[in-house]
């Protein structure tokens, strides 16, 4: 933007003061004049979040019913925040407004489904709200959910394929190899002759590469993730739904989907369309973690092979005491048992610190994960590794034991 737009009679250095300031303490009708049209947009369109709700009639500030209703408004409001910042700032300024303006009840209106920075929280909105939507706004929803998870599932599908898919078996060789498998090194020293020295590269004739190692049904992990979908873990039922399902199309591991508040919902044999498992997810309620885990026991078929992973605040509204009890006794039958306290890209989460130390000390690793983190833990647990020495060289801390558990054990 060019200077002269702030201010004809002010230097350079002084017009961008002037400006930043004019900006951050709002443009009346005075200093308004000032500004360059862009910059009257950018004031108005912070106003109407951040304002203090003075103004004329034409100020946005004055219309947050209308931002309300009115979805082409918002519509455009949200096209100039997106215009002015870049995306990091654009799902901050998007999260306040929903805290802010309440324009969750926007989500009905497909204009602002259009307009919305898509991202994880926008899907746990739109699931949240499914069932109050109208139909002519469930088909857009479903159309930006599926687009939000087609770019999660780019983002995490490979990482995870590769960490889980099991050890390459390098005692053996192809021809046939997986791109993913192919041994570079010896495939170019096989193919030296074939080095074209106009396009200064090799030409590969063959592939070497690394085989697989087959393993039979019988002889596969069974990986059960146990969901709270209660409204705190919102974001967590998102990515762990993604994960199960990337999972579940791999042919060396078995997996379960257990989403759960005080009822539970085994979305197992949804887990071909991650779309539509998030349309099974009932976001909000109550917790009842210990029915969930006993729906989950009942239906492990092999506990020294099997993996238990439960995603919870550790908030329960059951029988904590039982909970602690059948956790112990999962553990004792030789399922791996972890806890994750969050699966979100944010920080440390809130949770039952209390809770969090019991089931630490029957010897469940218990700590908050990334997506990003998720793919190795899950390899390093189907491995049977210390998740805690895991956690340690991804500078993960670990839930501290209590020291008395009571009833734990018995």
Known sequence: MDDETIGPDLDPAEGKRERRWRLAIGAD???????STEDRRLSAALDALYGDGSGDAGDPRKRRGGLGRSAPRVAQWMGDIRAFFPEQVVQVVQKDAFERLNLKQMLMEPEFLKAIEAD??????????????????????RSIISDIVAKLMQRLEQKTA????????????????????????????????????????VVPEKLVGFM?????????????????????????????????????????????????????????????????????????????????????????????????????????????QELLRRLAALVRS????????????????????????????????????????????????????????WAAGADIKLVRADAETPGAAE
């Not at 009708?29 to 500004?35: I, P, V």
């Not at 498998?181 to 200064?200: E, G």
Request: proline share 5%.
């Open 212 to 320: 697989r190692r087959q393993r039979r049904l019988v002889d596969l992990d069974e990986v059960t993730l146990c969901v709270d979908q209660s409204g705190s873990m919102a974001s967590s039922v998102i990515y762990a739904s993604i994960f199960a399902a990337v999972m579940a199309s791999l042919p060396v591991v078995r997996t379960k989907l257990v989403c759960f508040d005080t009822a539970i919902v085994d979305l197992t044999e949804e887990l071909s369309d991650p779309v539509e498992v998030l349309f099974g997810v009932q976001l909000g309620g109550g917790t009842d973690i210990n029915q969930a885990v006993a729906y989950c026991a009942e239906r492990i078929e092999r506990p020294t092979k099997a993996h238990f992973v439960l995603i919870t605040d550790l908030y329960e509204g059951g029988n904590g």
């Open 334 to 389: 030789g399922v791996n048992v972890v806890v994750l306290l969050a699966l979100t890209d944010q920080g440390r989460p809130g949770y039952d610190s209390s809770m969090a130390g019991s089931v630490a000390a029957l010897g469940v690793p218990v700590f908050a994960c990334t997506p990003d983190h998720f793919p190795d833990m899950m390899a390093a647990a189907l491995r049977r590794e210390d998740i805690g020495a």
């Open 120 to 141: 994880v929280n926008l899907v746990a909105d739109l699931v949240s709200l499914r069932s109050a939507m109208p139909e002519k706004t469930k088909d857009i929803a």
């Open 29 to 35: 009708d005075e200093s308004s004049s000032a500004l």
């Open 162 to 201: 590769e960490a889980i898919r099991g050890a390459l078996d390098r005692s053996r060789r192809t021809n046939r190899p997986r791109q993913r498998d192919i041994d570079w090194p010896r495939t170019i020293a096989a193919n030296l002759r074939h080095y074209q020295p106009d396009h200064k590269t």
